[in-house]
């Protein structure tokens, strides 16, 4: 009895000096300098031209508590904060509640944020990376409560929430989802609406509708807890068929979410940037965003895919020189999915992995005319099992083919030989130079796509071609500068020359063989279809496995990178591998529709000479050969008809 008393007097004394400090902090907040709102967290997003393409809070769709439905009103409060008009900014009877319940379950499941506090964080603390940011909020709070009406804080979070689909805000929301106002939405279309700010990617009703339904079931019980409707009420509104557009009313591209969330993604992982937004009246951030082309890039992404297929696209456009991201799509369409797998996947590249492979050949002695035999073969592997890849619909020229030739269509068997003749640590070494982080494996596959990469990467090493050698990193934001006009970041644009310019024009022209009709014979170039319809000479090359189809493709003016596949890694039907390259080369040469035809290729280095070839086997052209084809090569490496390559280096690799 003696310890309870002593208990109990020392609580008290413990929840005195709790009320005073808590008393003593909203004296000191309430006589601080007001706390700024109206330009917290304004992001405002310029494009390559130094045009406004996103504004943040600064929406122009802001709405007074009065023009939002009361409906929705009712439905936010009694769901995510149903004291919000009884607290100073902290439940402590519901975080009590939900610490219990969080300990009793053994999961971090409940949480007990009022709306404040997730106004405070929406606000100052969106790029917090460490455990100060709970404190933050917790002070950001008071600082908001001390110095704002109930009525200004509401007004406020509704008007900067996000509800999906990249709209921010009740308004911009309610006219996406519904076409109205948010002032005249009725209760089924509040209820499930005021569901998605819990999980946008999860709980959007174009997306995830069951979910969605669900959430909105949920909503329901609790207005009926409150006594704001009756349990059959509940029961009707539920039942209520509500249409959802999913539209905006003007023009906008739904694609400019994906290159919106890539930036947002990037700025969290630029260390300069501050921890919170609450001294540094905004953010201006500089991106290399090209509207026109974003425009033609979703343009011909919807063109080209059937409305009804699952299938899933990504796709980056380059600046070649910077490594500048102009146009970046990460799905079909953001209003379904909002899954960004241009920055978020990474799939098997097939044999778009092959161009690091004959660069690397290169450098090791080999020339575009250097001959391997295109046959069945089994490559033994020691202890290991025998390795027996095939070509594409398995077809082999039994003959010596060139390295132009092989990249024409793309032979495995040459490039297996090659990455064994060279030994597997070149086409690593290669890959790393170039700016591709990911582990690979060091496996006789390698060369034909098997390991898995990302598309920023694969543009990225691509690009090193594209400008004669230089090592760039892709990237999406080019400066960022503060409310006052500190730069707070500048990327950096300094490129490293770490392949051989004359080595990559040769290569760069190899890789125009995949749209040549010189290289019809018993097989087809990959990309033969394109052979008419391009009006710029582009280096190209595809890459397929069972479940991905890549186009990379560039010239010195641009690079674009295209992958298609299904999320579920499930296999391509034979017309799934048309889409890739129509979306490709439409992208690309509407881009450069008003370039004339020769510019963007590359010219001719001092130390490399053409000369007349028969493509196929890369031997010298006689006046026999139906086809001549110039081939490029270092000076003093030219075949000659006499040139044991021809005859010799296919039995290098054993069959």
């Known amino acids: 009895m003696k310890l309870f008393k002593i208990s109990w007097k020392l609580l008290k004394v413990f929840l005195l000096f709790l009320c005073i400090g808590v008393v003593g902090c909203y004296m000191y907040v309430k006589f601080s300098p007001k706390l700024t709102i109206d330009s917290a967290n304004n ?143 009725s209760m089924a279309e509040a209820t499930l609406l005021s569901g998605v700010p819990k999980a946008p990617s999860n709980y959007s009703p174009i997306t995830n509708f069951d979910a969605a339904k669900e959430r909105q079931l949920l909503v329901l019980k609790q207005l009926v807890n409150n006594n704001i409707i009756t349990e059959e009420e509940k029961d009707n509104i539920y039942n209520e068929d509500v249409t959802i557009l999913g539209k905006d009313n003007k023009e906008t591209l739904s694609s400019i979410n994906y290159y919106q969330d890539a930036v947002m993604a990037e700025l969290k992982g630029i260390d300069k940037i501050p921890n919170n937004f609450s001294d540094i009246k905004g953010l201006k951030i500089y991106t290399n965003f090209n509207y026109d082309l974003q425009k033609t890039l979703e343009n011909n992404i ?19 020189e910077n490594g500048g991201v102009m146009a970046l799509v990460g799905g079909r369409d953001y209003n379904k999915s909002t899954y960004n797998r241009a920055i978020s996947s990474t799939r098997q590249v097939g044999s778009t992995m092959k161009p690091y492979l004959y660069y690397a050949a290169l450098e090791n002695g080999f020339t575009s005319s250097s001959a391997f035999i295109s046959e069945k073969t089994t490559f033994p592997m020691g202890n290991e099992e025998p390795y027996a890849p095939k070509n594409y619909n398995d077809k082999y020229g039994n003959k010596p083919i060139s390295m132009a030739t092989a990249i024409a269509y793309s032979d495995n068997i040459y490039a297996v030989k090659t990455h064994m003749f060279l030994g597997s640590d070149a086409l690593i070494n290669m890959a790393k130079r170039v700016g591709i982080t990911k582990q690979l494996e060091s496996v006789p596959s390698l060369p034909l796509g098997t390991n898995e990469i990302s598309i920023m990467e694969m543009a990225s090493g691509y690009a090193a071609f594209a400008n004669l050698g230089y090592r760039v ?29 004359s080595l990559v024009y040769i290569l760069n022209n190899m890789l125009t063989a995949t749209y040549d009709p010189m290289y019809i014979d018993y097989n087809y170039p990959t990309a033969i279809s394109l052979s008419a319809k391009l009006r710029h000479t582009y280096g190209l090359k595809s890459g397929t496995t069972s479940g991905d189809n890549w186009n990379i493709g560039f010239n010195k003016n641009v690079l674009c990178a295209v992958w298609v596949g299904y999320d579920d890694n499930r296999e391509l039907t034979t017309s799934d591998y048309k889409y890739a390259q129509n979306i490709w080369y439409k992208t690309v040469e509407e881009y450069q529709k008003d370039v004339p035809e020769k510019e963007g290729w590359y010219e001719k280095p001092n130390n490399v000479v053409g000369v007349l070839v028969e493509p196929i086997t890369g031997k010298p052209a006689n006046d026999a050969d139906k086809n001549k084809k110039l081939m490029y090569f270092l000076k003093g490496t030219e075949p000659s008809a006499t040139d044991p390559t021809f005859d010799e280096m296919s039995q290098v690799v054993g069959n």
């Open 43 to 185: 992001i405002m997003l310029y494009d390559i031209n130094k045009e406004v393409f996103f504004k943040g809070s600064q929406s122009k769709e802001w709405v007074g508590l009065n023009d939002i439905s009361e409906n929705l009103v009712n439905a936010t409060i009694y769901t995510e904060d149903k004291n919000f008009y009884k607290h100073f900014g902290f439940d402590f009877l519901r975080i009590g509640k939900a610490l219990i319940t969080n300990i009793t379950n053994g999961k971090n499941s409940q949480g007990a944020s009022t709306i404040t506090q997730q106004y405070a964080k929406n606000l100052f603390l969106d790029f917090d990376k460490t455990w100060k940011r709970k404190w933050d909020e917790m002070w950001y709070t008071m600082r908001i409560e001390a110095n704002y009406s109930k009525k200004e804080i509401l007004e406020g979070y509704l008007n900067t929430i996000n509800y999906g689909h990249g709209k921010y805000g009740i308004e911009a929301a309610s006219k996406f989802y519904y076409g109205k106002s948010a002032k005249d939405l």
């Open 302 to 320: 919807k063109k080209t895919f059937p409305e009804d297929s699952q299938l899933e696209t990504s796709s980056v456009v380059l600046n070649p």
């Open 473 to 501: 990193k892709s990237h999406l934001i080019e400066k960022v500068v503060d409310g006052d006009g500190n730069t707070l970041y500048k990327a950096d644009d300094n490129k490293e020359l770490v392949l051989n310019p």
